[in-house]
């Protein structure tokens, strides 16, 4: 899949998609409910992908994408579909939901030679995204390189705790 798409010259775009409060739904209503929930999410993407994508479900209430062979109009016109998909509530047990999502984006071969390194960085986008509240975040190496400054100020501050008491 990788070779091809860079023989081809075009990008594989990785998507990391986490269903937003997904645990309040699962604690208020039920695992029965939050597993027709992930069902009916993984019908309804599987409806709208492209034959060229792939879709698994990554476990708890994240889903990764896979898109070979693609330009960044196919990238942003996904996220535009997954939008959609998440517009359109959910029946469910006589409920109506609507649900809302994160989604972290990784760019072969931009931002990985390879599919663990992209799907990393895709997490970490979604990682970002979740943090700043965005609907999509694009990997870019300077989250990773704030992830880092962060782990290491928080291992100083526990150090510094430690040494006051």
């Known amino acids: 899949m990788l070779k091809e798409t860079k023989e081809e010259e075009r990008l594989l775009a ?23 929930v992930l069902k009916q999410m993984a019908d309804r993407f599987r409806t709208v992908l492209d034959q ?21 109009q196919f990238i942003l016109a996904y996220v535009r579909t997954i939008q959609q998909v998440l517009a359109r509530p959910l029946e469910i047990e006589g409920r109506e939901l ?34 700043e509240g965005k609907f999509y975040q694009f990997y870019h190496r300077t989250i990773n390189q704030r992830l ?18």
Not at 19 to 29: G, P, Q, T, V
Not at 104 to 120: A, K, W
Not at 148 to 158: K, N
């Open 14 to 36: 990785v998507y990391f998609i986490d269903l937003a409060r997904f645990k309040n739904i699962n604690d208020s209503l039920g695992h029965s409910v939050g597993d027709e």
């Open 52 to 72: 060229k994508l792939f879709l698994t479900r990554a476990g708890g209430d994240e889903f990764v994408a896979v898109a070979p062979r693609v330009n960044y």
């Open 98 to 131: 609507i649900l809302s999502a994160n989604i972290g984006i990784s760019v072969f071969p931009f931002d990985g030679e390879d599919l663990n390194t992209l799907l990393g960085h895709a997490d970490m986008a979604l990682y970002h995204a979740k943090e």
């Open 148 to 165: 880092i400054r962060e782990t290491i100020l928080e291992s100083h501050l526990h150090r510094a705790i430690e040494i006051k008491y």
